[in-house]
Nanobody, 124 residues
Framework: QVQLVESGGGSVQAGGSLRLSCAAF????????MGWFRQAPGKEREGVAA????????YYADSVKGRFTISQDNAKNTLYLQMNALKPDDTAMYYC?????????????????WGQGTQVTVSS
């Protein structure tokens, strides 16, 4: 049974930074992807960043490239998302997700396991 637990969300002013963490229980870092997704009210869930857990290749949505960084600590079974230069448009519920398949890193519908989400609010 895979369990993902996010933390680190909060409220910040535009230009500020936050770091999200996702503790993974029962997930084997041998293949597949872990990623961060977000969903704002009235919008579809979108892929923000993903990481191939075996090789550490990373993938980003165009809207966050150069501002967000995804990383993992295998020893701690934890996934991170460092978010810098935050904008009001980044306001959303952020979810951690994982899967064992090795394609479509930013496609939400392809992920099997999801955390409960953590809210990020960026004010102007």
């Amino acid at each position: 049974q895979v369990q993902l637990v996010e933390s680190g969300g909060g409220s910040v002013q535009a230009g500020g930074s936050l770091r999200l963490s996702c503790a993974a229980f029962g997930y084997t870092y041998s293949s597949g992807f872990m990623g961060w997704f977000r969903q704002a009210p009235g919008k579809e869930r979108e892929g923000v960043a993903a990481l191939n857990t075996a090789g550490s290749s990373t993938y980003y949505a165009d809207s966050v490239k150069g501002r967000f960084t995804i990383s993992q600590d295998n020893a701690k079974n934890t996934l991170y998302l460092q978010m810098n230069a935050l904008k009001p448009d980044d306001t959303a519920m952020y979810y951690c997700a994982a899967k064992y398949r090795n394609w479509y890193p930013l496609r939400a519908s392809d992920y099997n396991y999801w955390g409960q989400g953590t809210q990020v609010t960026v004010s102007s």
